[in-house]
């Protein structure tokens, strides 16, 4: 998920996002580790609270491509000509 990403767009941090959705910040870490599998209740409170949709929690923004090896995210940078 992108909500760190989005968090630093939008200069907020992870305890003032877990305060606004009531949760502690450790619940927060929780909900947004890697394996963890949160409600789409609990995605709906962090979409609003960071003024985005759900789907924009999950799209990379710009250009990625996902890495045939470790499936992470790579930023494609233009070229200049």
Do not use: W, Y
Request: overall charge neutral.
């Amino acid at each position: 998920m992108r909500v760190k990403d989005i968090l630093k767009e939008k200069g907020m941090t992870a305890k003032a996002l877990a305060a606004q959705i009531g949760i502690s910040e450790g619940a927060l870490s929780q909900q947004l580790a890697e394996n963890s599998n949160p409600s789409l209740r609990t995605l709906e409170k962090i979409a609003s609270a960071l003024g985005v949709s759900v789907g924009e929690l999950f799209e990379p923004r710009g250009n990625f491509i996902t890495c045939p090896h470790c499936g992470g995210m790579i930023h494609i940078e233009p070229t200049a000509p």
